[in-house]
């Protein structure tokens, strides 16, 4: 249990992370080829939908990463105590409202 805290809630925290930043790049993608008919998008486009497309992905897969952080920290001293995934969602919503599921988020999005 100890070596695998977070592991559910990391491992289905890909899918809604990859899932938004590959729709949003390509959305991105789509609507500068759909303005610029014919021109060829440089780095510096593809460089700005990878970005804007991976902070989208952080802001909607943050708060199964901040659960799966808090089951991996809760054997250290002073920390609180979960039964599962579900209920570390419900004991962190508790505590700070929904704006807690996105505590420490900017930092995270340096990673963008």
Known sequence: RGLFGGLGASIAGI???AGTDMMVY???KDQYADR???ADPGPLVFLGCGAVSSVCGQ???YPLQL???RLQAQGMSGMPQYTGALDCLRQTVAAG???ALYSGIGP???KA
């Open 67 to 69: 659960i799966r952080t």
């Open 15 to 17: 899918i809604p992370y």
């Open 59 to 61: 802001v909607v897969a």
């Open 108 to 110: 995270n999005f340096s």
């Open 36 to 38: 610029n008919p014919g």
């Open 26 to 28: 390509q959305t991105l």
């Open 97 to 99: 409202g929904v704006r």
